[in-house]
Nanobody, 123 residues
Framework: QVQLVESGGGLVQAGGSLRLSCAAS????????KGWFRQAPGKEREFVAA????????YYADSVKGRFTISRDNAANTLYLQMNSLKPEDTAVYYC????????????????WGQGTQVTVSS
């Protein structure tokens, strides 16, 4: 069974940093496009960042551009999200997702999802 497992969430003060990781259980995920989404209480799940299978193409939501960096290590079968200059409005459950190429930015285009990791930014 395909599994994506997120880690690295936690509580941080505004202006701080966190790095999220998403480990994939299947080697074939190294050829999949991947993304990060987030869902705050009472809101819909929204796109954060996406990366092509080889890391050459990356997309970001306007709200995180310049602060977040998506990357991947296919040898380790792991996806990352480096989050800097965190704001209280970044508080949400963060999910990683995977899909067969090409890269995509809408949640309906992703087939595989992790369980999520909570990120809380205090003011």
């Amino acid at each position: 069974q395909v599994q994506l497992v997120e880690s690295g969430g936690g509580l941080v003060q505004a202006g701080g940093s966190l790095r999220l990781s998403c480990a994939a259980s299947r080697r074939t995920f190294s050829t999949y496009a991947k993304g990060w989404f987030r869902q705050a209480p009472g809101k819909e799940r929204e796109f954060v960042a996406a990366i092509s299978w080889n890391g050459d193409t990356k997309y970001y939501a306007d709200s995180v551009k310049g602060r977040f960096t998506i990357s991947r290590d296919n040898a380790a079968n792991t996806l990352y999200l480096q989050m800097n200059s965190l704001k209280p409005e970044d508080t949400a459950v963060y999910y990683c997702a995977a899909r067969r190429s090409p890269i995509a930015t809408t949640r309906d285009e992703y087939d595989y999802w992790g369980q999520g990791t909570q990120v809380t930014v205090s003011s």
